[in-house]
């Protein structure tokens, strides 16, 4: 290396080691609760801005994420999919990110964003193609400066994963995943990248949304949700704007609206840092105070709202999609911060919990209908409850319609065991405590606080107001909404026409992937603390004992909580047994010896274990999980159901239509079919596509056949591995 670029690059490191205001100050606004398993620190600067830290030493890593409480509910009507846009705008850099010389690329990047703007007003279709092969000309020009994915390239030479970003009606989310001794080039990084980002590269962004929206356009679960959303919210934007945006508006985006948006809803007093991992809170928030509080708050518009007329009755929208029909119930219901929001979320459960709600156990096990489920969706001005169904062959929508209001008037009655109360709240305390070993799972718990400007201390005291609920709590929300006045939606077996998106002409771009801007080099230069590996030790980490004849334990204690994990794996899969995937279907239709399946499901529930039976291309797998005091018991439940399963004829016989039911409707439908030529280009005649069972074989196999080979399992050599 030469003298002067060693002069040069130490000029750099200077520049950035000093860049950023003198602290400007900040104060934590929070204080310790005895009962946040997380001990989240939550602090806010001079200039408004949020931040939540939470430690966790598991990994050498922290998870970060950049919150923004705007979203598709606040597009401009005239421009709908604008934050969306913003959000992938804002991976293209900045006067400092993804240019080798902003000052000569300026000019071209001000006369793109005066074409589009001629572009966005101009009606004359010629002129518009006139105007879009000049946007072409200046972008090739524009190209030369260019430095394309630089800032994806930056975190991934430092280690760094899930580099993305998410969009939804009230937020927008930027995430990078980061070795903990990163922390000070995130901050770098960051802190840059939301002060004068430059949309550069930005109509050949525009091809890769609308490739999302044309895939929006032809999914079959998009056709019938936003159907029944549009109906269900007249006026309001979660039902009248689209996060990708309209097809109208994604051909003529406006880049001054799209300015005006980021200068409007990106500023400090908007915004928070979410962080958790292995780092030490008081330095990260040194870091942060530094890097960050040179960002200028700025006032907020007012939080627009819109009224909504009462629904009339049973409104009623239908699609059309090749292949599986399908019901969807869409009932108003309350927002985040209301005072039923927990009672809500019991009714929710209470239909469906993945295990033994009513749709689980009177719908999905009884095989009542093909498939069926339940879900709510909460925003900080609106709320509803969905319930969707998928009919068995020549069963009608109108049926699954009834079956699934059925579910609904259980409760209103108040005819549900109230056993389910508190198995529900074990529920979500078990998923509390698995959350806690993930850092995603603890920051989006923080994340979605402060979007809903919830309070963290009631965040935290959700499950002790959900555990004082009754019987007559959840009874009287159910009346309160669960009434007469909702959307119904039906989704048709027929052809649905998708609107064609004609893309402008994008001339192709060549630009050298490997060249740096400067302040990439000076952020690569940054020095850092190596992290010291520490390898696993077989003699302290975990145990190997042998089990049993063929069967080897590995052990190891769960150092984070008091939860289980079980699981026997076997060597043999749907490749040596094509018959193993079919016998893993009838297994969960099945009930242990004396316990009916039903019950089964029931006690499962109750203990709060998730048992899984799985059968993959090599190898097959049992898995138990849940608390360490009930451990026995889940065990014990578990070698019931492997060795004695018990189900009747009748049960195999409506599980084979609904297979040959769901066959059915993937020939039509175009993801499927994708997947099956990609992986006959891979596997070629031994594809599973064309190795798995016929439809004549389906038909022939018994309840004796199937479940001998569940309970020969356990003949066979197997690995057996334990945590808890």
């Known amino acids: 290396m030469s003298f002067v670029r060693t002069v040069v690059n130490l000029s750099i490191l200077l520049v950035i080691a000093w860049s950023g205001s003198a602290d400007a100050g900040y104060k934590r606004v929070n204080t310790p609760n005895p009962n946040d398993a997380m001990d989240v620190h939550i602090y806010e600067l001079d200039n408004g801005l949020t931040v939540y830290l939470t430690e966790n030493h598991e990994k050498p890593r922290f998870y970060a994420e950049i919150s923004v409480r705007a979203g598709s509910n606040h597009d401009p009507a005239e421009s709908t999919g604008l934050a969306h846009y913003l959000e992938h705008l804002l991976f293209k850099g900045t006067q400092q990110i993804g240019t080798l010389d902003y000052e000569k690329e300026r000019e071209h990047i001000e006369k793109i964003e005066a074409l589009y703007e001629g572009h966005f007003g101009e009606t004359d279709v010629e002129k518009r193609k006139e105007i879009y092969a000049e946007i072409n000309k200046e972008a090739q020009l524009a190209a030369q400066y260019s430095i394309p994915n630089e800032l994806d390239n930056l975190y991934k030479s430092m280690g760094g994963s899930g580099v993305n970003a998410h969009t939804w009606f009230e937020e927008t989310v930027y995430k990078v995943d980061l070795p903990s001794n990163r922390i000070r080039h995130w901050a770098e990084i960051e802190s840059e990248r939301f002060v004068n980002p430059v949309y550069r590269l930005f109509h050949t962004e525009l091809e890769t949304v609308y490739e999302e929206k044309n895939r929006s356009l032809d999914n079959k679960d998009r056709v019938i949700f936003f159907a029944v959303l549009e109906t269900l919210y007249k006026n309001h934007p979660a039902g009248q704007q689209r996060t990708i945006g309209s097809v109208e508006h994604l051909k003529n985006p406006s880049l001054v609206n799209i300015h005006k948006y980021f200068n409007t809803y990106y500023v400090p007093n908007n915004m928070a840092i979410t962080i958790s991992g292995d780092i030490a809170i008081a330095e990260t928030m040194e870091i942060i105070d530094r890097k960050f509080s040179g960002w200028e708050r700025k006032d907020i518009p007012k939080l627009r709202t819109w009224e909504e007329d009462p629904l009339n009755g049973v409104e009623r929208v239908e699609t059309k999609y090749q292949g599986e029909p399908y019901v969807m119930l869409a009932f108003r219901t309350a927002p985040h911060n209301h005072e039923d929001a927990e009672a809500l979320t019991l009714v929710d459960m209470i239909l469906d919990n993945r295990t033994a709600g009513l749709i689980n156990l009177n719908l999905t096990q009884k095989q009542a209908v093909r498939r069926a489920g339940s879900s709510p969706m909460v925003g900080n001005d609106f709320g509803f409850q969905y319930l969707w169904g998928i009919p068995k062959k020549d069963q009608t929508l109108e049926e699954v319609e009834k079956l699934l209001l059925d579910q609904i008037e259980i409760i209103k009655k108040g005819e549900f065991e109230e056993w389910i109360l508190p198995a529900i709240v074990t529920d979500f305390k078990k998923s509390e405590k698995a959350g806690l070993e993930s850092n995603r799972s603890r920051v989006s718990e923080m994340r979605d606080a402060f979007i809903s400007y919830e309070d963290w201390d009631h965040a935290v005291a959700s499950l002790d107001r959900m555990d004082k609920l009754t019987k007559a709590d959840i009874v009287r929300v159910a009346n309160t909404y669960f009434g007469e006045n909702f959307v119904a939606g039906y989704r048709r077996d027929a052809q649905h026409e998708v609107p064609k998106i004609n893309k402008p002409q994008i001339d192709k771009i060549e630009i050298d992937p490997t060249r740096q ?208």
């Open 517 to 724: 801007s400067t302040f990439a080099v000076a952020v690569r230069a940054l020095p850092v603390e190596e992290i010291e590996p520490v390898f696993v030790d077989p003699d302290k980490d975990y145990q190997t004992t042998t089990y049993a004849k063929g069967a080897t334990l590995y052990y190891s204690k769960n150092p984070i909580n008091d939860l289980f994990s079980l699981s026997v794996q076997v060597d043999l899969g749907t490749r040596q047994d094509r018959r193993m995937s079919f016998a893993a279907d009838l297994l969960d239709k099945a009930g242990a010896g004396d316990v009916s399946s039903e019950d089964l499901k029931k006690e499962w529930y109750k203990l709060g274990t998730d048992f899984a039976f799985s059968a993959g291309d090599q190898s097959s797998s049992i898995t138990i999980s849940g608390l360490d005091e009930n451990f026995d018991a889940s065990l014990a439940l578990a070698m019931t159901l492997i060795k004695k399963p018990s189900v009747d004829d009748e049960t195999l016989d409506e599980l084979k239509k609904i297979i040959l039911a769901q066959r059915e409707d993937s020939k039509k439908n175009p993801r499927t079919i994708l997947d099956a030529v990609r992986r006959l280009s891979l596997w070629g005649d031994q594809s599973p596509h064309l190795v798995k069972l016929t439809d004549a074989e389906i038909q022939e196999k018994t309840v004796d056949e199937l479940l001998g080979l569940v309970g020969k399992l356990l003949t066979y050599e197997q690995s057996i591995t334990y945590t808890g």
